[in-house]
C-alpha cells in the first residue's frame, strides 16, 4: 500500500513560494521518499484481514481443543469418583455384614451360656440340699447381675458399632455430595 499524491501540484506550489525548479523536486522527491518509509514502517507493523481471520480461526481451533481436553478431563473424572464411590459402598456393605454376623454370634453364645447356667443351675438344686440351693441362688443371682451386666456392655457396643455405621454412611454421603 503507497500513499499517492499530485507531487507535480507540489512542486508547482513551492515554486510560487520562491524555490527553483530543482529545489522543488529534490524537496518532493525527500518528502516521498520520507513517507514510504514511515507508510512501509507503519504497515509492517500492521496485519491484514485475512491474516486476522487466519489468527482468530487458530485461536478459535486451540479453545476448540481445550475444551474437547476439558470434557474429556471432567468425564474420566467423575467415572473415577463414580468407582470410587462404589468401592465404598461395597466395602460399607461388608462392614455392615460383618458386624451384624459379630452382633448375631455374640448374642448367639449369650443365649447359650445362659441356658448352660440354667440348666447348671436345675440340676444343682435337684441335687442338693436347700442350704446348698440357697448358696447356689445367691451365686445365680450374683451371675444374673454379671450376665445383665453383659447384656448392656453387648448393647452398649452394638449401638456404638451402629453409631459408627451411621458415621460412615453420612462420611460416605458427604463425599459422594463434595
Same mark, same amino acid.
Given at each position: $500500500?503507497?500513499?499517492? =499524491? ?12 520562491? =524555490? &527553483?525548479? !530543482? ?13 514510504? &518509509? ?9 496485519? &491484514? ?7 482468530? *480461526? ?5 479453545? #476448540? ?12 473424572? =467423575?467415572?473415577?469418583? $463414580? ?10 456393605? !461388608? ?9 448375631t454370634k455374640v448374642r448367639a453364645d449369650n443365649k447359650l ?6 440348666? $447348671? ?15 447356689? +441362688?445367691?451365686?445365680?443371682?450374683? *451371675?444374673? $447381675? ?28 458427604? +463425599?459422594?455430595? #463434595?
Open positions: $500500500r503507497k500513499l499517492f =499524491f499530485d507531487t507535480h501540484a507540489l512542486v508547482c506550489l513551492l515554486e510560487e513560494n520562491g =524555490f &527553483t525548479t !530543482q529545489q522543488s523536486e529534490v524537496v518532493v522527491s525527500a518528502l516521498v521518499k520520507i513517507m514510504n &518509509t514511515n507508510l512501509d514502517v507503519i504497515y509492517k507493523d500492521m496485519v &491484514t484481514k485475512v491474516q486476522q481471520e487466519i489468527a482468530l *480461526q487458530q485461536v478459535m481451533s486451540h479453545i #476448540g481443543g481445550v475444551k474437547k481436553d476439558m470434557i474429556i478431563l471432567e468425564k474420566s473424572e =467423575f467415572s473415577a469418583l $463414580r468407582s470410587e464411590n462404589e468401592k465404598i459402598k461395597l466395602e460399607l456393605q !461388608q462392614i455392615k455384614k460383618q458386624v451384624m454376623d459379630e452382633i451360656n445362659l441356658n448352660l447356667e440354667k440348666s $447348671r443351675v436345675k440340676e444343682l438344686v435337684t441335687s442338693y440340699p436347700k442350704s446348698i440351693f440357697i448358696l447356689i +441362688y445367691s451365686i445365680h443371682a450374683q *451371675q444374673d $447381675r454379671a450376665l445383665t451386666q453383659t447384656d448392656r456392655k453387648i448393647d452398649t457396643e452394638v449401638a456404638d458399632l451402629k453409631t459408627m455405621l451411621e458415621s460412615h454412611k453420612l462420611d460416605n454421603i458427604k +463425599y459422594l455430595a #463434595g
